[in-house]
Structures are given as structure tokens and as C-alpha cells.
């Protein structure tokens, strides 16, 4: 890699960096490239994305945004995911590392409150901003529904009780 493609990849890790709501870093141990292949196919079901990149280069691009804690995080073999959601990264790569010992989460960040590996698989067992959305919706639509049962059972009741006289007189 020469150097106008580090700057390029500093520079575009840099931008999503800006872009995202979560970053995870993960420890790859040996996976395959099956298992490899199986976690970002996960990942880019979630809407995420995930990223081996040197060490060195991301340090650099972390360096103005709001990911400047998570450089102590960059040792080693690492990869990163990231999301716009808070917590799509942080509950693909939570689901996949139960399934398999070859990838530890090492940390992450949400803006620019680090989180440590137990940080990130909380934040993995909260709600989706889509399933929040959803109860949300559902919770304003309950009243409604309910006004309209309210506004309904008077009218059900003295049929019912119609309907037994009816049912008493043919009798």
C-alpha cells in the first residue's frame, strides 16, 4: 500500500467514522473464511458494516471525531463494525460471538462514550431503533383502539340482551 492509498483509506475510514452512531471493535482468532464470510453476510443483514483495517490507519482517522477514545482498543488482529443504528453493529456481533470462541469483542464506542467489551454486549440487548419505532407506533395506536371498543360495547351489550329476549320468547 503506498501512500496516497493510506491517505485514501485514512480519509474514508475518517468519513464513516463522522457518519455512524456505533463503533464495535472485535478481535478476530483464527476464524475461517467460511465463518469470515458467514459474520459479514450477518452484519450486512443489519444494516452494518464491517471492516479489517490497519491498526495504524484507523488510529489516524479516529483522531477528530468522536471516536478518539477507542484507540487503545487498536492492538492486534481487530476489525471494526460500524452502524448508523446504536445497537445494529453491537447485536450482530454479540449474536455471532455466542455461536463461535474465534472472535472476542475487545470494545467499541458510542459517540464518544467508550464502551469496554461489557458495554457493548448490554447495549447488543436493547431494542433496535426499528423495534422501538414499532412500540411506539403500537402505544399510540392503543387509545384509539380502545375508544373505539368503548364507543362500541354499549351497543354489543343491548344486542346481547335483545338476543336473549328473542332467544327467551321463541323458547
Excluded at 30 to 35: D, I, L
Amino acid at each position: 500500500m503506498d501512500r496516497s492509498q493510506k491517505a485514501e483509506s485514512v480519509a474514508t475510514l475518517s468519513a464513516v467514522f463522522n457518519e455512524v452512531g456505533v463503533v464495535v471493535i472485535t478481535r478476530n482468532l483464527g476464524m475461517t473464511v467460511a465463518q469470515s464470510t458467514a459474520l459479514r453476510g450477518k452484519i450486512r443483514d443489519a444494516g452494518a458494516t464491517y471492516k479489517v483495517a490497519k491498526n495504524r490507519l484507523a488510529k489516524l482517522a479516529i483522531v477528530d471525531t468522536d471516536y478518539a477514545g477507542i484507540g487503545d482498543f487498536l492492538t492486534g488482529p481487530t476489525a471494526i463494525a460500524t452502524s448508523v443504528d446504536p445497537v445494529a453493529a453491537a447485536k450482530a456481533v454479540v449474536e455471532f460471538a455466542k455461536t463461535t470462541d474465534k472472535i472476542e469483542i475487545v470494545g467499541g464506542a458510542m459517540g464518544s462514550l467508550v464502551l469496554n467489551a461489557d458495554g457493548v454486549k448490554a447495549l447488543a440487548s436493547m431494542p433496535s431503533l426499528d423495534e422501538l419505532r414499532a412500540k411506539l407506533i403500537g402505544l399510540v395506536q392503543a387509545p384509539a383502539t380502545k375508544i373505539a371498543q368503548l364507543s362500541t360495547a354499549p351497543a354489543a351489550k343491548l344486542a346481547r340482551v335483545f338476543a336473549a329476549y328473542a332467544e327467551k320468547d321463541a323458547a
